[in-house]
C-alpha cells in the first residue's frame, strides 16, 4: 500500500493503472482501494472520497486511452 501525502490525481491515476488491484492512502483523505485500474467506490464515502474517486478515474480511463491510440 503506497501512501500518498499530497492528493494529485494523475499521479494517483499512474499507480492504479500500473498496479491494477490494491490499495492506496491520500494523507487527510484516508485509504481507497482499486481493482481492474479504476478506484472503486463504496457506499459509506462521504462526498469528498466520491470526488477524488471520480477525478482518479477519470484520469486513468484518460491514460488507459492515450495509451490505446499510441500503439496505432
Same mark, same amino acid.
Given at each position: 500500500?503506497?501512501?500518498?501525502?499530497?492528493?494529485?490525481?494523475?499521479?494517483?491515476? %499512474?499507480? =492504479? =493503472?500500473?498496479?491494477?488491484?490494491?490499495?492506496?492512502?491520500?494523507?487527510?483523505?484516508?485509504?481507497?482501494?482499486?481493482? !481492474?485500474?479504476?478506484? =472503486?467506490?463504496? =457506499?459509506?464515502?462521504?462526498?469528498?472520497?466520491?470526488?477524488?474517486?471520480?477525478?482518479? !478515474?477519470?484520469?486513468?480511463?484518460?491514460?488507459? %486511452?492515450?495509451?490505446?491510440?499510441?500503439?496505432?
Amino acid at each position: 500500500m503506497r501512501e500518498f501525502k499530497n492528493y494529485a490525481p494523475r499521479q494517483i491515476a %499512474k499507480y =492504479v =493503472v500500473s498496479f491494477f488491484k490494491g490499495q492506496f492512502s491520500i494523507a487527510g483523505k484516508g485509504i481507497f482501494e482499486f481493482s !481492474n485500474g479504476r478506484v =472503486v467506490i463504496t =457506499v459509506q464515502m462521504d462526498e469528498s472520497a466520491l470526488k477524488i474517486c471520480k477525478e482518479i !478515474n477519470e484520469q486513468a480511463v484518460t491514460m488507459t %486511452k492515450r495509451k490505446d491510440q499510441m500503439q496505432y
